[in-house]
C-alpha cells in the first residue's frame, strides 16, 4: 500500500518549485512507513522479514530493498548544519597529511563538519617514537587546523591494543606498566587540554571470543595490570582535563547477529561496572562499520540497547561511521543505492535515540577510506563507502544521513 503510494507521488513530481514539499511528504509517508516498520520490528525477526515484504528485506536482498527509494533531498544544506539544527554533532576522521596535500578535500571538510577526528595522529605509534619521546605535531596540525576553521575535534584514542609502537611490548612489564599507562594518558590530554571534545580514552577493550567471563580482551594491558587498567586510564584522563567527555568505544554491536548479542551485552556489563565503581566515563563510542552482506539489522534490539546504555546516564557517539561495500555488485549505481540504503536504514534506528549526540564518518571522501586498503574489492574497483566520491561530489550515501538527520528527533542545541 505505502509502495503504490511513495512511487505514485515520486513520479508525479513536475512542479519543480513544489519538489522540496513532495519530496517532504513522500519522506514524511517513507518515515511514517519506517516507523511503523520498526514498530513492528518487535516481533520475531522472521515475523518482521515476512512482514516488511519483498522490497524491505533487509536480510535477504540489499538490492531490491535500496532499488525502490529515490533518496531525494529537499535541499543541499550541509550536514554540519543538518545536524546542528537537531542539536547533533556530524564530522569525520581525517589525516593531518591529507588536509595539506589536498586543498579541495580541506574545503570540503570544513563546508560538511563540526567536528573532527585524527584518524592516526593521537594512536601511541604516531605519538611515541621512543619510549621518552612525543611527537605532537601531526596531531598539533590538526588541532591548528580546527582551531582556524572552528572545528570540533575528538580524540582517539589514548589506549587501544593496535597502532602499538615497537618498543612498548618491549619495555612494558607489570612493574612499570602502570606509571607508563599513567604518564601516557596525563601527557597526551594535558598537551590538548581545552581543545578535546571528547576522548576515546579506552577503544576495543571487549573480545568475547576472548573467553573471560566478563568478555575483556586479553591484551597486553589486562595482562600487565587486569582489568583494572581501563578505570585507571579514564581516572588520568578525567585529571588532566576535567572538560573533556571521556568515552569507551567499541565495534560491533550493531546488528542482530550471535556476535553482535554477545558484545552488547559484555559492553553493558562493563559500562555498568565502570559506573558503579564511580569511574569518569560519560559516552560510548559506536563505531558503527556497517556491512550488508549478512544485514540483520534488527531495530528493537538496537534501540534497546541504545536505551540501556543512556539509562546509565551515558550519552552515546556513532564514531567511526562507514559502509564496507566490498562484497556488493560492482555497479556503481547499484552499488551506492545499497550503500546509502545501509545508512538511512542504520541511522534512522539510532538516530531517533536522544542520547546519540556526535555521528562521525570514518573519513569523508572515497579517496581516503581505510576500506581501500583493509576491504578493498576482488574485482579491483575502488571502495565506496563514504558521503563524498573520490572527486569530492556528493553521493546518495550524502543523501541517506541527510535524510536521517532530517527526521532526527530534536536534541538541546550545540553550543
Ligand atoms: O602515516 C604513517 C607513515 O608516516 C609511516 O611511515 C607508515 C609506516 O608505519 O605508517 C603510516 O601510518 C599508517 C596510518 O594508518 C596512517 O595512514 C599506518 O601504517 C597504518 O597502520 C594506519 O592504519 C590505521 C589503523 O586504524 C591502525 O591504526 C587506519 O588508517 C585507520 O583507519 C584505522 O582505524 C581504526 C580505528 O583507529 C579503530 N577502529 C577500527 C578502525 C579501522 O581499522
Known amino acids: 500500500m505505502w509502495g503504490g503510494i511513495y512511487s505514485t507521488l515520486a513520479r508525479s513530481v513536475v512542479c519543480v518549485h513544489l519538489e522540496p514539499f513532495i519530496a517532504s511528504v513522500i519522506d514524511s509517508i517513507a518515515m511514517r512507513r519506517r516507523v511503523f516498520l520498526a514498530g513492528l520490528a518487535g516481533l520475531s525477526?522472521?515475523?518482521?522479514?515476512?512482514?516488511?515484504?519483498?522490497?524491505?528485506?533487509?536480510?535477504?536482498?540489499?538490492?531490491?530493498?535500496?532499488?525502490r527509494r529515490s533518496f531525494a533531498i529537499a535541499n543541499q544544506t550541509s550536514l554540519r548544519l543538518r545536524a546542528a539544527t537537531k542539536g547533533i554533532l556530524y564530522g569525520a576522521a581525517i589525516q593531518s597529511q591529507t588536509l595539506s596535500s589536498d586543498p579541495k578535500f580541506a574545503r570540503r571538510v570544513v563546508e560538511e563538519c563540526s567536528i573532527l577526528v585524527p584518524e592516526w595522529e593521537l594512536k601511541w605509534k604516531a605519538l611515541r617514537p621512543s619510549p621518552n619521546r612525543f611527537n605532537f605535531s601531526p596531531g598539533?596540525?590538526?588541532?591548528?587546523?580546527?582551531?582556524?576553521?572552528?572545528l570540533l575535534m575528538r580524540g582517539h584514542t589514548l589506549v587501544w591494543h593496535h597502532a602499538m609502537p615497537a618498543w612498548l611490548p618491549i619495555v612494558l612489564n607489570r612493574q612499570n606498566a602502570e606509571q607508563l599507562l599513567v604518564d601516557h594518558v596525563q601527557t597526551v590530554v594535558k598537551h590538548y587540554a581545552g581543545k578535546i571534545h571528547s576522548w576515546d580514552v579506552v577503544n576495543e577493550a571487549?573480545?568475547?571470543?576472548?573467553?573471560?567471563?566478563?568478555?575483556?580482551?586479553?591484551?597486553?594491558?589486562l595482562e600487565m595490570l587486569?582489568?583494572?587498567?581501563?578505570d585507571l586510564a579514564f581516572h588520568a584522563a578525567a585529571k588532566?582535563?576535567?572538560q573533556a567527555l571521556l568515552v569507551y568505544n567499541d565495534y560491533s554491536v550493531d546488528y542482530d547477529t550471535t556476535e553482535g548479542e554477545t558484545r552488547r551485552t559484555a559492553i553493558l556489563k562493563l559500562l555498568e561496572k565502570m559506573k558503579a565503581k564511580g569511574t569518569p566515563i560519560q559516552a560510548l563510542g559506536i563505531q558503527a562499520h556497517l556491512y550488508?552482506?549478512?544485514?540483520?539489522?534488527?531495530?528493537?534490539?538496537?534501540?534497546?540497547?541504545?536505551k540501556n546504555v543512556a539509562d546509565l546516564g551515558l550519552k552515546v557517539m556513532i564514531t567511526e561511521l562507514d559502509v564496507t561495500d566490498?562484497?556488493?555488485?560492482?555497479?556503481?549505481?547499484?552499488?551506492?543505492?545499497?550503500?546509502?540504503?545501509?545508512y538511512e536504514d542504520y541511522l534512522d534506528v539510532v538516530l531517533a535515540e536522544p542520547a546519540v549526540i556526535a555521528l562521525l564518518t570514518w573519513g569523508l571522501s572515497d579517496r581516503y577510506t581505510w576500506l581501500s586498503t583493509d576491504a578493498a574489492r576482488t574485482d579491483g574497483s575502488s571502495a565506496r563507502p563514504l558521503p563524498l566520491d573520490a572527486q569530492m561530489n556528493r553521493k546518495l550515501a550524502w543523501n541517506a544521513i541527510a535524510r536521517s538527520l532530517d527526521r532526527a528527533t530534536q536534541r538541546p542545541m550545540v553550543t
Not at 50 to 66: E, Q, Y
Not at 206 to 221: C, E, H, T, V
Not at 226 to 230: A, K, R, S, V
Not at 292 to 306: A, G, M, S, V
Open 45 to 67: 525477526a522472521v515475523g518482521t522479514v515476512a512482514i516488511l515484504g519483498k522490497d524491505r528485506r533487509l536480510a535477504s536482498s540489499p538490492v531490491s530493498v535500496s532499488t
Open 140 to 150: 598539533d596540525k590538526l588541532a591548528a587546523f580546527a582551531k582556524t576553521h572552528k
Open 206 to 221: 571487549i573480545n568475547p571470543k576472548d573467553g573471560r567471563a566478563d568478555g575483556l580482551r586479553q591484551s597486553l594491558w
Open 226 to 230: 587486569g582489568p583494572d587498567y581501563i
Open 240 to 242: 588532566a582535563d576535567p
Open 292 to 306: 550488508r552482506d549478512d544485514p540483520r539489522l534488527n531495530p528493537k534490539k538496537l534501540q534497546n540497547f541504545l
Open 326 to 342: 566490498r562484497t556488493f555488485p560492482k555497479d556503481i549505481k547499484t552499488r551506492d543505492r545499497i550503500v546509502a540504503a545501509a
